[in-house]
C-alpha cells in the first residue's frame, strides 16, 4: 500500500496510508535506549487514552489501533482542511461561528480536565464533505494532535490552553484576531461553569506573556 508522509516534527512522524493516518513516534539518540524506549511508549499510551477519552465529547480522529512495540497510533483519516489553511477563506460571519464552536468543542474538554496542550489552528480540521459550507450551523471542527495533551483540573492549565490558541490567532489572522477569539469565548462561555474562573485566569497569562515579551 502506498503511504504519504504529511508532516515530520521533533516527535513523531505523521503518515497516510489508504485512509488512515499513522502517527508514529520518533526515536531519540541522545536518551539511553531503555529509556527513550519507556518514554515513547507511555507517550504512545497517554496520547491514544486521551484521544478515546476525547471522542466521546467533540469530533477527533477514532483510533483503530494502538502498537506500543512500533510506537504507533493509527487512526481514521478525517476528509477535511486545517482550519490554519481554510479558515480566511470564510467570510466573517462564518468565521466567527468557526470560532464559537472550536471554543465550544474546548469548553467540553476542560469540563473533562483535559489539557490539549497544543492548541493551534493547524490542529483542527474543518469538514469538508458539507453540502454548503455558508450554511450556518453546519459546523463540524475536529481537534487533532493530542501529543502534549494531558489530564489537569487546575484553572491555570486551562487558561494557557486559550492563551495557546489566542497566540495563534494572532499570528495568522491578526486583522480579525480579536473578533475572532471574542466568538471563542462567546462558545466557551455557553455552557462551562468554570468558564469565568478561567477566563478571569486567562487574563493574567496573557499579561504574563506581554510582560515576558517586553522584558
Known amino acids: 500500500m502506498s503511504y504519504e508522509i504529511l508532516n515530520q516534527g521533533a516527535e513523531a512522524i505523521i503518515e497516510k496510508r489508504g485512509n488512515e493516518i499513522i502517527k508514529k513516534r520518533i526515536e531519540k539518540s541522545y536518551r539511553i535506549k531503555e529509556i527513550d524506549e519507556k518514554i515513547r511508549k507511555l507517550r504512545t499510551r497517554s496520547e491514544a487514552r486521551i484521544l ?3 471522542s466521546k465529547i467533540i469530533p477527533v480522529p477514532k483510533v483503530l489501533k494502538v502498537d506500543e512495540n512500533t510506537k504507533e497510533i493509527i487512526m ?3 476528509d477535511g482542511t486545517r482550519l490554519s489553511d481554510s479558515l480566511d477563506s470564510f467570510s466573517l460571519q462564518k468565521q ?9 468543542n474546548i469548553s467540553k474538554l476542560h469540563n473533562e480536565n483535559i489539557i490539549h496542550g497544543d492548541l493551534t489552528l493547524a490542529n483542527m480540521i474543518y469538514e469538508d464533505n458539507i ?10 471542527v475536529f481537534f487533532i494532535d493530542f501529543g502534549l495533551g494531558f489530564i489537569s483540573a487546575k484553572i491555570e492549565d486551562k487558561a494557557v490552553d486559550l492563551h495557546l490558541l489566542r497566540e495563534a490567532l494572532e499570528a495568522g489572522f491578526a486583522k480579525n484576531n480579536e473578533t475572532l477569539f471574542d466568538s471563542v469565548k462567546k462558545g466557551y462561555s455557553k455552557d462551562y461553569k468554570e468558564a469565568k474562573l478561567v477566563l478571569e485566569r486567562f487574563k493574567a497569562v496573557e499579561k504574563r506573556g506581554r510582560y515576558k515579551q517586553g522584558s
Open 52 to 54: 478515546e477519552k476525547a
Open 76 to 78: 481514521e483519516n478525517i
Open 96 to 104: 466567527k461561528e468557526i470560532c464559537e464552536e472550536i471554543g465550544y
Open 131 to 140: 453540502k454548503n459550507p455558508e450554511k450556518r450551523g453546519d459546523i463540524k
